[in-house]
């Protein structure tokens, strides 16, 4: 099946910082979609990209289908930002969602 | 429009004993997928459903799990006769009846095994 890959696994940032997550995958996707896991356990829908840039707020994405990479860009980063950030795909083949490992995302006031 | 809803969201069952979870999706999703998050580790697919229909369940153990989708009421993931390594978060989530649609989430259920 296919492999998704998320760097770096854990990031401790200073508030009002930027960062890049990566995400990078082994196949061709239908779906990619980021999400936020909170320190309580809820999965936050983020983006929802399988190609091209979106932006909302602070946060904004860009998958590169052809070269099977996406980026999840963070700026003016804040304590509430804290958490596991998660990056998922869908190959071509069927519905379900491949999840990566995981960013690890601690931001310090 | 509510989100995913799921049911119980903590429970906590003797090992040998059988636990039900449930899942309302959104309304007009017609889709469900079952996702285990064991400690420390990502989510791991499941069971696809549609109304009556099990589509993909190539990532359900091979035991004591099931899970049906009936034409009316909830989604249920039934796991029997428990055992401490079934402890973990189960999250649902759907999507619309078009293929390959954002899937959203409900906020898991955390079953314990004691």
């Known amino acids: ?109 | 429009n509510a989100g995913v809803m799921q049911n119980p969201r903590h429970l906590v069952r003797r090992r040998g004993q059988e636990a039900r979870l449930r899942c309302s999706p959104m309304k007009g999703h017609s889709h469900v997928y079952w996702y285990r998050q064991l400690p420390e580790e990502g989510l791991k697919f499941m069971v696809y459903l549609q109304k009556e229909n099990i589509i993909d369940e190539s990532g359900m153990p091979k035991e004591r799990f099931s899970a049906e989708f009936p034409k009316e009421g909830p989604s249920i993931l039934r796991i029997q006769q428990v055992v401490r390594g079934d402890s973990a978060a189960y999250f649902c989530a759907s999507s619309p009846p078009n293929a390959y649609n954002e899937q959203f989430f409900g906020p898991g259920t955390r079953l314990t095994v004691l």
């Not at chain 1, 998320?6 to 995400?23: F, H, M, V, Y």
């Open chain 1, 1 to 109: 099946g296919i492999q998704v890959e998320q760097s770096p696994p854990d990031l401790i940032l200073q508030e009002g910082a930027n960062s890049t997550l990566r995400c990078n995958f082994s196949d061709s996707v239908n779906n990619l979609q980021w999400f936020h896991q909170n320190p309580w356990g809820q999965l936050i829908n983020l983006f929802y990209i399988p190609s091209g840039t979106k932006q909302n707020g602070r946060l904004s994405a860009t998958t590169v289908a052809t070269e099977r990479y996406s980026l999840l860009y963070i700026s003016s980063s804040q304590t509430t930002d804290s958490g596991v950030y998660f990056c998922a795909v869908g190959e071509n083949a069927g519905n379900m969602l491949t999840f990566g490992g995981g960013t690890r995302l601690m931001v310090k006031p």
